[in-house]
């Protein structure tokens, strides 16, 4: 069964700019999640959807947000860059028998804003 | 607010003797607790999970304790062999319908093993 599969791998980007990141879960999971992994902070949780709809939601501004298609791959999109957001995006997906889950990660975009 | 703590950014230990992570949690909601460990380059991988209702789950060479009442878990790793360099995170969540897909990180321990 393959992977979580994130694109692109690397990702420079200017300040202003906005970026959209792409997770495709493994076959049969239907719940993405994602996360913000900067040095020293560890992974922090962005959002989570399920069936194209986001049931959880981190604290994040608003210039982060996320979808989910039908077939359950996912998006997420920053708009209007900051410094700050040079980080590896990882996704994550499971299978959603509950929340207890443990989750599968993808190897992550590594994001670099100028 | 860091609700999951681990304290110690490094660990090394010789290869065949025993690696012991450590991990704090505040918040009393949490009732699940994973160990992840991550390679540079590669998203994290599960490694062993515990819930609060044991105090102990073995995996092979992989212990994880867990004292609630001082809300601190450990991960033991027993022997440790090169291949087990990495970092490793703690993670935790807390019962309830609303936690999907979220769990709390702490920031990593890079463990080094030396042959």
């Known amino acids: 069964k393959a992977g979580v599969t994130q694109t692109p791998r690397y990702l420079i980007k200017t300040r202003g700019q906005q970026v959209t990141l792409s997770c495709s879960p493994i076959s049969g999971h239907r719940s993405v999640s994602w996360y913000q992994q900067t040095p020293g902070q560890g992974l922090q949780f962005l959002f989570e959807?399920?069936?194209?709809?986001?049931?959880n939601k981190g604290n994040f501004p608003g210039r982060f947000s996320g979808r989910q298609f039908s077939n359950s791959r996912s998006e997420m999109n920053v708009s209007t860059l900051e410094l700050g957001d040079s980080a590896l995006y990882l996704c994550?997906?499971?299978?959603?028998?509950?929340?207890?889950?443990?989750?599968?990660f993808g190897s992550g975009t590594q994001l670099s804003v100028l | 607010d860091q609700q999951v703590k681990q304290n110690s950014p490094s660990l090394s230990v010789q290869e065949g003797r025993i690696s012991i992570l450590n991990c704090d949690y505040t918040?009393?909601?949490?009732?699940?607790f994973l160990w992840y460990k991550k390679y540079p380059a590669e998203g994290p991988t599960f490694l062993i999970s515990?819930?609060?209702?044991?105090d102990k789950n073995e995996d092979g060479r992989f212990t994880v304790f867990l004292n609630k009442s001082a809300k601190h878990l450990s991960l033991h790793i027993v022997p440790s062999q090169p291949g087990d360099s990495a970092v490793y995170f703690c993670?935790?969540?807390?019962?309830?319908?609303?936690?999907?897909?979220?769990?709390?990180f702490g920031q990593g321990t890079i463990l080094t093993v030396h042959p």
């Open positions: 918040n009393s909601m949490f009732d699940y």
């Open positions: 993670a935790a969540s807390n019962a309830g319908g609303t936690s999907y897909g979220k769990l709390t």
């Open positions: 959807y399920f069936s194209e709809t986001q049931r």
């Open positions: 994550a997906s499971s299978p959603d028998r509950g929340t207890r889950e443990k989750l599968f």
């Open positions: 515990i819930s609060s209702i044991k």
